[in-house]
C-alpha cells in the first residue's frame, strides 16, 4: 500500500488514527500495541507472504540483541563480539539472498560463462530500510548504547509503518523515547503539522514527480532500444530525471514524516534541499540523510580508524594537516570513501548501473574532499574563495548529480553510455523544430553545421521546455517543507527559526490560520484529484 493511494488515504490511515486516539484515551500500552497491529496489516497489504518471511528475521535479530544484553555485564569482550558479528552475518545473507542472488547469478554468467538457473525471489518490502535498522540495532546493543529494551518495543521500532517503504533509517535511541513518552490522545498541534506535511508530500510526488515522469521515460526507453540520443535530448533526461526523484523521494519522506507525526511521533530529517548544495559533500549531508549518517558511522569511520591504525603501527604518515601523504590520502580517505559509497550502489539496487552509480559518486567524494585541501591555498583569502566557489560548485554539484542520475535511471550501462554520450555531444546535436524554424537565416547555417531540426520522436519538448525549468526553480528557490514548518519541529533536528531561505521562508512560516488552511486545502485537493493515474515511486523497491 502506497502512501499516495486513495486506500491509503481515505481508509487505512484514517481507521489506524481513530482506533489510535479511542484506544489511547483508555490505555497508552494499548494504543502502542494498536500500532504494530496496524504497521502488520499496512506490511500485508501488499503481500501477505511478506509478515512470514520478515517477522522471524525480527524474531532472530531480538534473539541475537538479547544475548548481547546478557552478555555485556559479564564483560565476555570475545564472545560478544562473536555473537554481533553472527548477526550482521545474518542480516547480511537475509539481504544478500533476497535482493541479490539472482544478481549474483547474472554476473557469475557475465563472468565465468555459467548458465545459472533463476527463480522468482519474493522480495520483501522496504528490506534494505530494515537490514540497516536491525544491524544498527544490534551494534548499538553490542556498544552498550541501548541498555533494555522488550519484544514489544522492538517491534514497535522495528515495524512502526511510517517509515517501512522509504526510511528514514532510524535508532532505537532516538524513537522509542519518543513513544514511551507519548500520550496517545488527539493532539491539534500534531495533527495539524502532521496532514500539512502530509498535503505538501503528497503535492510533490503526484504532480510534480509523476507530472513529468512521462515526459522523461521515453528518452530513456529509446536509449535502451540503442537508439543515439542527441545533446539537448539527452540533457533533458539528466536534468528531467534529477528533478523526478528529488520531488518524488522529498515528497515521499514528507508524507512519511507528517503520517508520523499525526501518531505524536516526529521522525529524523532525511531530505533537506540537496540541490542547493555547492559541493558534493553537502549534498550528502541534505540527500538521504539517514543513510549518509548510517554508512558514515557503521562503515566509513570504522574502516578509516582500522586503516589508521594500521599505518600508525607501521610508523607511516597519516592523513590530515600540510603533512598529509598522497599515499595516506589514498589509503586513509579515497579507499574508505569509494569503498563506503560502493556499498551505498550495492544498497539501492541489485545491477551493474547502481554499482558504478556508487563508485562514481565514490570517486566525487574523493576529489571533493582532495579539493578541500589544495583549493583555498590558490585564492589569496577565503572571502575571494568562497565567492568564486559557491556559484561555481552549486554548477558543478548539479551537473555531476545530473550525470550520475543518468546511470541511476538506465536500466543497463550501454544506455547510460548512450545518454552520457548524447550529454557530451558525441550522438550529435538537434533542436526541436519551432526554434530552428524561427531563427530565419541562422537555422541554414545551423543546418550546415550538422545541426539537425527535431528532436528524437516521442520527445514532448515544449512541454519539457516548461517542467524542467519550473522544477528546478522550485528546487533551488522555494523554502522547503521543513523551513516552512521549523517553527513545529517538523523532524528530529529542526529548530526556528528556519534558516537558508531565498524568498523568505518567515515571511510564509505555516501557523494554523484561515489563510494557511485554505491554501493547504486546495494543495490536498490538487494531489487527490492526480491521484489514481500512472505512478511510480521510486525508492519502493529499496
Not at 308 to 326: D, E, F, M, N, V
Not at 371 to 399: C, H, N
Amino acid at each position: 500500500m502506497l502512501f499516495n493511494s486513495y486506500e491509503f488515504i481515505f481508509a487505512f490511515w484514517p481507521a489506524a488514527l481513530a482506533v489510535f486516539f479511542v484506544v489511547g484515551a483508555i490505555s497508552r500500552s494499548w494504543a502502542l500495541g494498536w500500532i504494530i497491529v496496524a504497521s502488520l496489516c499496512f506490511y500485508a497489504y501488499w503481500r501477505p507472504f511478506n509478515v512470514l518471511i520478515i517477522v522471524p528475521a525480527l524474531l532472530i535479530n531480538f534473539s541475537v540483541a538479547k544475548s548481547l544484553q546478557k552478555l555485556a555485564p559479564l564483560k565476555k569482550r570475545n564472545w560478544s563480539r562473536a555473537v554481533l558479528i553472527t548477526g550482521i552475518a545474518f542480516n547480511v545473507g537475509f539481504l544478500g539472498y533476497f535482493k541479490y542472488a539472482n544478481f549474483a547469478a547474472t554476473v557469475a554468467h557475465d563472468l565465468f560463462g555459467r548458465q545459472l538457473v533463476l527463480t522468482e525471489i519474493i522480495l520483501p518490502l522496504g528490506i534494505s530500510f530494515i537490514t540497516f535498522q536491525m544491524i544498527a540495532f544490534l551494534i548499538d546493543v553490542h556498544g552498550g548504547r541501548i541498555e533494555s529494551f522488550s519484544l514489544r518495543d522492538f517491534i514497535l521500532f522495528a515495524l512502526f509503518f511510517p517509515q517501512l517503504i522509504a526510511g528514514p533509517i532510524v535508532h532505537y535511541r532516538e524513537m522509542m523515547p519518543q513513544f514511551h513518552r507519548a500520550d496517545c490522545r488527539f493532539d491539534t498541534e500534531n495533527v495539524s503539522v502532521g496532514l500539512t506535511l502530509f498535503a505538501f508530500g503528497l503535492f510533490k510526488k503526484v504532480v510534480l514527480a509523476d507530472g513529468i515522469a512521462p515526459l522523461i521515460s521515453p528518452i530513456y526507453q529509446q536509449a535502451a532500444h540503442g537508439s543515439p540520443v542527441s545533446l539537448v535530448t539527452a540533457w533533458m533526461a539528466a536534468v528531467g530525471f534529477t528533478m523526478q526523484i528529488y520531488f518524488d523521494f522529498s515528497g515521499y519522506t514528507d508524507m512519511a514524516l507528517g503520517i508520523a507525526r499525526c501518531f505524536g511521533i516526529r521522525l529524523p530529517q532525511n531530505f533537506y534541499s540537496p540541490l542547493r548544495a555547492s559541493n558534493i559533500i553537502d549534498f550528502w549531508l541534505r540527500w538521504h540523510i539517514t543513510l549518509t549518517r548510517f554508512l558514515t558511522a557503521y562503515i566509513y569511520n570504522p574502516l578509516a580508524l582500522w586503516l589508521t591504525r594500521r599505518r600508525l603501527a607501521q610508523r607511516k604518515p597519516i592523513y590530515g594537516g600540510r603533512k598529509s601523504t598522497l599515499g595516506a590520502y589514498l589509503e586513509l580517505l579515497a579507499f574508505p570513501t569509494v569503498f563506503t559509497m560502493f556499498l551505498s550502489g550495492l544498497w539501492h539496487g541489485a545491477g551493474y548501473t547502481f554499482l558504478v552509480w556508487g563508485l562514481l559518486h565514490g570517486v566525487y567524494l574523493t576529489i571533493n574532499h582532495g579539493w578541500r585541501q589544495i583549493g583555498p591555498r590558490l585564492w589569496p583569502d577565503k572571502e575571494s574563495y568562497a565567492r568564486f566557489m559557491r556559484p561555481a560548485g552549486l554548477a558543478l554539484t548539479f551537473v555531476c548529480v545530473a550525470v550520475s542520475m543518468i546511470i541511476f535511471r538506465a536500466t543497463t550501462m550501454g544506455s547510460a553510455i548512450n545518454l552520457i554520450g548524447g550529454m557530451a555531444g558525441f550522438n550529435g546535436v538537434a533542436l526541436p523544430t519551432t526554434i530552428v524554424d524561427h531563427l530565419g537565416p541562422l537555422s541554414g547555417w545551423l543546418r550546415g553545421v550538422g545541426v539537425a531540426g527535431g528532436l528524437e520522436p516521442g520527445v514532448d519538448a515544449n512541454k519539457l521546455a516548461l517542467w524542467i525549468p519550473g522544477l528546478t526553480i522550485i528546487a533551488l528557490t522555494f523554502p522547503n517543507t521543513l523551513q516552512v514548518l521549523a517553527r513545529y519541529e517538523p523532524a528530529l533536528g529542526i529548530k526556528a527559526p528556519a534558516d537558508e531561505s531565498r524568498i523568505g521562508a518567515r515571511a510564509i512560516a505555516w501557523s494554523a490560520t484561515p489563510a494557511w488552511a485554505i491554501i493547504l486545502s486546495v494543495i490536498a485537493a490538487v494531489g487527490v484529484f492526480h491521484l489514481g493515474g500512472e505512478s511510480e515511486f521510486l525508492y519502493w523497491q529499496f
